[in-house]
């Protein structure tokens, strides 16, 4: 027979959700991050070539 689970408590959704945001806002500074230093050409950790002529 179908039991119905207990509700979650809206303190435990705030708080996972809370998480998950935090996770993907510190991914998103990363990723932008990487992306300024690539622009300025000061990246030191992303290896990639500088001419288009590498790619064809």
Same mark, same amino acid.
Not at 6 to 10: D, F, N, Q, V
Not at 12 to 29: D, G, I, Q
Not at 31 to 34: I, T
């Given at each position: 027979?179908?039991?119905?689970k207990?509700?979650? +408590?809206?303190s435990?959704?705030?708080?996972? /959700? &809370?998480?998950?945001?935090? @996770?993907?806002? #510190?991914? +998103?500074?990363k990723?932008?991050?990487?992306a /300024? &230093?690539?622009?300025t050409? @000061?990246?030191? #950790? ?11």
């Open positions: 027979m179908a039991v119905p207990k509700r979650t +408590s809206k435990k959704s705030k708080s996972r /959700k &809370s998480v998950w945001m935090n @996770k993907a806002f #510190s991914v +998103s500074n990723s932008l991050s990487l /300024k &230093s690539l622009i050409g @000061k990246s030191t #950790s992303f290896i990639y070539p500088k001419m288009l002529d590498d790619y064809t």
